[in-house]
């Protein structure tokens, strides 16, 4: 199976719910995009991001893997991916 085939078939087990929690830290992602004073995303307006069709491959979780292909597999990738999104849901709750 090639790679990219066996990264779709696993990404299924990862869906974007689209709530904006990670655009509201992208204070994380030091020089990765513009972000107002708060951390949140300059891009971002209410919970969706106002450029989604021409965000950034680090904004796709799909096409970041990119970034950290040399050092993780898809797997870990993903599961670091699930793990961060469930710990930025979290604070949401927090938050609220």
């Known amino acids: 199976m090639a790679e990219t085939d066996r990264f ?15 655009c509201r ?3 994380a992602f030091v020089g ?3 972000y107002q004073e708060n951390g949140v ?3 971002l307006k209410g919970d969706l991001c106002s450029i989604y ?3 950034p491959d680090f ?7 990119g970034y ?11 599961e670091k991916t699930r793990c961060f999104c469930e710990l930025l849901k979290c ?3 927090k938050r609220t």
């Open 68 to 78: 950290f292909k040399d050092s993780m597999t898809e797997a870990e990738y993903l």
């Open 41 to 43: 995303c300059g891009y």
């Open 53 to 55: 069709e021409k965000r």
């Open 8 to 22: 779709e078939k696993e990404s299924l087990s990862f869906v974007c719910e689209k709530c904006g929690e990670c």
């Open 32 to 34: 990765s995009l513009p």
């Open 25 to 27: 830290h992208i204070e």
């Open 91 to 93: 604070l949401k709750k």
């Open 59 to 65: 904004c796709d979780f799909k096409r970041a893997y």
